[in-house]
Nanobody
Framework: QVQLLESGGGLVQSGGSLILSCAASGRVFVVNAMGWYRRAPNQVRHLVAGWTSTGVIKYADSVNGRVTMSRDGAKNTVYLQMNNLKPEDTDVYYC??????????????WGQGTQVTVST
């Protein structure tokens, strides 16, 4: 069983910063990819930043230059440093990971989501 635990969301003023973290725990054998998505109520999830095992990190155009994703492989943890936050960044942010385990092979796992609210 794999679990993703997110933390770091909260309320911040426009122009402020937040750091989100996502840690994968459980029977993690191989992490193929991890990413951060955002979703407003009744909307589809949109990619914010994503890392793959090739080492490539991609960012959404809307956050490029303001967001940095990093990874601690030893801890199976990814971080999302968000700077110069804007009210339109307000959303629930979800962590996603594609992980290979002996029991399920490669599968996608999602965190519970963390609320980011940017006030004017």
């Amino acid at each position: 069983q794999v679990q993703l635990l997110e933390s770091g969301g909260g309320l911040v003023q426009s122009g402020g910063s937040l750091i989100l973290s996502c840690a994968a725990s459980g029977r993690v054998f191989v992490v193929n990819a991890m990413g951060w998505y955002r979703r407003a109520p009744n909307q589809v999830r949109h990619l914010v930043a994503g890392w793959t095992s090739t080492g490539v990190i991609k960012y959404a155009d809307s956050v490029n230059g303001r967001v940095t994703m990093s990874r601690d492989g030893a801890k199976n943890t990814v971080y999302l440093q968000m700077n110069n936050l804007k009210p339109e960044d307000t959303d629930v942010y979800y962590c996603d990971a594609n992980i290979w385990t002996a029991g399920r092979g490669s599968a996608d796992y999602w965190g519970q989501g963390t609320q980011v609210t940017v006030s004017t």
